[in-house]
Structure formats: C-alpha cells, structure tokens
C-alpha cells in the first residue's frame, strides 16, 4: 500500500505539500496539485484519516446534528447541509449527519462520538444536545439562538428572525392586511420564540389587537399531527371563525402547500381571498405553484457555509477575529400569493 512519502518522492514535494494537496488547508499551484494527484492516482493513494488523526490528536470530523421526523429533509435542510459539507471540507474535515428521532435527546448522540466539533441545527429550549456538548466541552455552534440556561457566550450563526417577521408583518400590513394567521414553528425552538415575540410587537407597532386565532403552534416533530399542520390549523380555524382572515404567515412551504389545500376546500382563493406568505421555502420550487408563492430567502446555504467557519475558527483551523455571533442576510422574495386587501 503507498504512502504518503512515495507520493511526495515520485512527486518531487514535500510531504507536507501532498498533505496540503489532499486537506487544502493551504493554497498549492494548480501545477503542483495536478502532479501530486496524478501521482496519486497511479500509486493508488488513498489519505489515511486515521494515520492523520494520530499524528495531529485531531479526529478531523465535526458533527450535524439535525431534529427529524419520519419525513424526507426539506429543500432548506438540503441546501443548507451541502453548504455545511462543501465547507468541511475545504478544511480537510469530514461530516457527521446525527438525524436525531425525537425533539427531546435522550442519548448522549454527538457528545459520545469522535469529533472535534459540532453544529446544532433549530435549537430548543433548554436544547438537551447543547446542554450534553457543553459538559462534555466538545466545541460547537449553534445555527439559531440558545435559551440554556447557565450556557452564555456561545457562538452562534443566525438569520434576523426578530427583523425577518417585522419586515414581513410591514409588507402584509401595507397591503391593507390586519387580521393575519401565523402557522409559526413548534413552540420550544427558539426561533419560534423569536419569532412570536416580534410578531406581537409588530402587531403593537401598527396597533393591530392580538386574538387567540392569530397565532399557531407547530406540533410535536414526531407526532402524528406534524404532517397535517397548516391543514388543520388553516380548516379548523377559517371554518369556525365568524371575522375573515385576509393573511396567513407560513413558517416553511410544506405547511403553506397543507394550508393552500385547506383554503381550497373552505372555498378560498389566493391571493383574491386569503395571501400566503412562506418564511422558509424552497425558491426553486416556489414560483411553480399557481400561485406562485411570496416568502423569505433565508440564504440556507450559506448559513451552512458560516456555521463551519466559526466552528473551525474555535478549533483554531482560521485565524483572526470572527464575531461569535453571525448574522446572515435575508430579503423578501415577492410573487403572486400576497395582495392588498
């Protein structure tokens, strides 16, 4: 089997150099690496991560762990892993995926296996998996906020939610819409925090009352009710609600394509009769629909991108200064499901 001194000598670098080649953790001339890659290929040269993990006491694996349920990833959880692994491994880094089952942990997950990292995607409440990095001083980030209590200083990559639902209930309100139904997240993610907070002050700001039927939950992520969501809760509410809601606030696409087939069978058009506005959807996908639907680009790709740079920068891999708490851009993303009133 060949090494990496075999490499480097029919190569004529330095050992280092194939090293560099291989992790890229710094630049080589597109000379050198296409020598050190042909060589490769003709040894049969394979890098040892093992080998390499002895020498550096480095396990050169960070961890994902993302919250599921018996369903398949949405478009945001796709784009924003592939940002997350494209970014690894520029730094020679490989990923664990830790899809965990159920909201609340109840194993040790990433704190017990080999890595130097971890990013934890949608945090909770008194989320179980910071609370088990944190004891185990596994270095990590957090792509949203944290409310551990206790847990402070923790970095953190994010968009402006607070702004995100300000700007949204502005747009809405502008149009003429005052009474708005908001099919927000599950009520333990921090986001959904966030986001519940702002939507009340922007409701104050405009001097909008606040009624019981305006603002839903979410259910359980493994629950048999989390499918049927925007479905239920558009039905359940438009069908036993004597005033007229004139907008709803879609946390994600899946829920706003549930609540689009409830409107359809209250007898309600969109935009003519109710707007639809998705936070997080897939944009590939969201001008396909008739109609096709208004919402945020949340850049899920390169909130991925940032969460592995502020990671390898507390594993020392980047140098200089970084703000421990990342903000990445949002805008509104205007279709034909939103009209004035």
């Known amino acids: 089997m060949a090494k990496i001194d075999d490499v480097a000598r029919l190569a004529g670098v330095s050992k280092g150099t194939v090293s560099n ?20 290929r003709e040894l049969n040269y394979v890098p040892n991560h093992t080998a390499r993990s002895l020498v550096t006491k480095k396990t050169m694996a960070i961890g994902l762990t993302i919250p599921h349920g018996n369903f398949f990833f949405s478009a945001f959880h796709n784009q924003f892993i592939n940002g ?24 040790p997950s990433l704190a017990s296996y080999p890595i130097d990292g971890a990013i934890v995607l949608g945090p909770t409440k008194e989320d179980r998996r910071i609370q088990l990095l944190h004891q185990n001083q596994i270095p990590f980030v957090t792509v949203g906020k ?9 970095s953190t990559v994010n968009n402006n939610n607070d702004k995100i639902i300000h700007d949204i209930c502005n747009y809405l309100i502008s149009k ?30 405009h001097q909008i009352e606040l009624r019981p039927h305006m603002i839903h939950y979410k259910p359980l992520i493994y629950s048999e009710e989390y499918m049927r969501y925007g479905y239920d809760e558009t039905y359940n509410t438009l069908a036993n609600l004597e005033e007229k809601v004139t907008a709803i606030i879609s946390d994600d696409d899946r829920t706003a394509f549930s609540a689009m087939n ?49 990671l390898m920068h507390k594993l020392s891999v980047l140098e200089g200064e970084f703000t421990n708490h990342w903000i990445v851009d949002s805008k509104i993303v205007e279709r034909d499901s939103c009209s004035s009133v």
């Open 21 to 40: 080649v291989f992790s890229q953790k710094r630049p080589t001339s597109p000379k050198v690496t296409e020598r050190v890659l042909r060589v490769s």
């Open 84 to 107: 997350v692994i494209l970014e690894a491994s520029t730094y020679g880094y490989r990923v664990l995926l830790d899809m965990i089952a159920v909201e609340e942990v109840k194993t």
């Open 146 to 154: 944290i409310m551990n209590q206790g847990i402070e200083d923790v």
């Open 176 to 205: 003429g819409h005052r009474n708005i139904m908001f099919l927000n997240a599950g009520q333990q993610m921090t986001v959904s925090i966030v986001r519940t907070e702002a939507f009340i002050h922007a409701l104050e700001a």
């Open 262 to 310: 409830a409107l359809k069978d209250l007898g309600y058009c969109v935009p003519e009769d109710i707007s639809l506005f998705v936070i997080c959807g897939d944009l590939s996908m969201m001008h396909q629909v008739t109609p096709s639907l208004t919402g945020m680009d949340l850049q899920p790709s390169e909130l991925g991108v940032q969460s592995v740079k502020l």
